[in-house]
């Protein structure tokens, strides 16, 4: 006899989705002849891609994000036809992790399926980690309750690129690798350029290795998708003696696969921290005005630092090198 089939619905942002791969991997673990299918926004597919336990990945764009040429009703009639082709599917259940969102409840209810499972407050139960919380709806179906670790994988032929540009520079270079990721949504979770240098200057300093700059490309002043040029081309001109490989973000594939290649990475939270968390990398981790408790790294070793403003920018490098040492010697 078939498995049930499941849909689970996540628009949210990267980390987000990330945390919600322990509920899939909970899910293929106990009902391992199930039809399994996810619905994420076109922006964070890559989070899904490669992933075995899914049998299908259906994605859309959300209006904000739609291509220059792109029109409102363009993107609103793919969106109804995909809605409509789901419905066709005959789903046992649409699960929401994310909670209830407008958009994906109302999503839910055109699909028609079985049953439509909400996350909801009495999830807390589970404790206070959005991992702990997706998973709660785990029992709510029946089925026992359990967090499995994080789920991503890179894509080859990015990796083997960000591999290339590494091994031409320095040959000897993969022996240490160190990542920072320089870029935050949030204002309160910038860490300030100055800070980035000297600890680029300083970690090489001690360590020899080599730093993979990560950033998410774009003008600081961009209103949709403010980003880190003019920050990243400070970090890089101030420090010409040091192994520093420069990589804009502009795909998450690009993101995953070099932070695959690291083997430390250093942050703020969202959703760089949450992808170098799935892939097994332990962090030092800057946080702001978020909730740690709920957002910390899931299943890695880590150093947490959140100063009592709230503000990064009230972090020292002296700070994050101790979190470092104190990592390392783990």
């Known amino acids: 006899m078939p498995g049930p089939?499941?849909?689970?619905?996540?628009?949210?942002?990267?980390?987000?989705?990330?945390?919600?791969?322990?509920?899939?991997?909970?899910?293929?673990?106990?009902?391992?002849?199930?039809?399994l299918a996810a619905l994420v926004t076109q922006y964070n597919v890559a989070v899904l891609a490669r992933n075995p336990?899914?049998?299908?990945?259906?994605?859309?764009?959300?209006?904000?994000?739609?291509?220059?040429?792109?029109?409102?009703?363009?993107?609103?009639?793919?969106?109804?036809?995909?809605?409509?082709?789901?419905?066709?599917?005959?789903?046992?259940?649409?699960?929401?992790?994310?909670?209830?969102?407008?958009?994906?409840?109302?999503?839910?209810?055109?699909?028609?399926?079985?049953?439509?499972?909400?996350?909801?407050?009495?999830?807390?139960?589970?404790?206070?980690?959005?991992?702990?919380?997706?998973?709660?709806?785990?029992?709510?179906?029946?089925l026992k309750y359990e967090t499995p670790g994080l789920q991503l994988a890179a894509d080859a032929a990015e990796r083997a690129q960000i591999l290339e540009r590494i091994r031409s520079k320095w040959p000897q270079g993969l022996e240490r690798v160190i990542g920072l990721h320089i870029s935050a949504r949030k204002v309160r979770q910038r860490w300030p350029v100055e800070r980035f240098i000297d600890l680029a200057r300083r970690l090489h300093a001690a360590t020899q290795a080599v730093l993979v700059l990560l950033w998410a490309p774009g003008r600081a002043d961009d209103p949709l998708h403010p980003g880190d040029d003019e920050k990243s081309a400070q970090i890089v001109a101030a420090l010409p003696g040091v192994p520093l490989?420069?990589?804009?973000?502009?795909?998450?594939?690009?993101?995953?696969?070099?932070?695959?290649h690291c083997e430390l990475v250093i942050c703020s939270d969202?959703?760089?921290?949450?992808?170098?968390?799935?892939l097994k990398k332990p962090l030092v981790c800057l946080f702001g005005n978020s909730d740690a408790g709920r957002w910390r790294p899931w299943g890695v070793p880590y150093e947490l630092l959140q100063p009592a403003s709230r503000n990064v920018a009230d972090i020292s490098v002296d700070q994050v090198l101790a979190a470092y040492d104190r990592l390392g010697g783990r």
Request: contains cysteine; charged residues 25%; aromatic residues 4%.
């Open 5 to 35: 089939r499941i849909l689970v619905i996540r628009r949210d942002n990267i980390g987000d989705l990330v945390c919600t791969t322990p509920l899939l991997h909970a899910l293929r673990l106990q009902l391992p002849d199930a039809y």
């Open 245 to 260: 490989l420069p990589v804009p973000t502009g795909k998450l594939e690009t993101l995953i696969a070099a932070l695959s």
């Open 53 to 142: 336990d899914l049998d299908a990945v259906h994605s859309y764009t959300k209006a904000k994000h739609r291509a220059e040429g792109d029109s409102i009703l363009r993107i609103y009639a793919r969106r109804l036809k995909q809605v409509m082709a789901l419905r066709d599917e005959r789903f046992d259940w649409v699960l929401l992790p994310g909670g209830p969102q407008a958009s994906s409840v109302r999503t839910a209810r055109w699909i028609r399926a079985g049953r439509m499972l909400v996350r909801d407050h009495e999830d807390a139960v589970a404790g206070e980690h959005e991992v702990e919380q997706c998973c709660h709806l785990l029992p709510r179906m029946g």
């Open 270 to 278: 969202g959703g760089a921290m949450h992808l170098a968390a799935a």
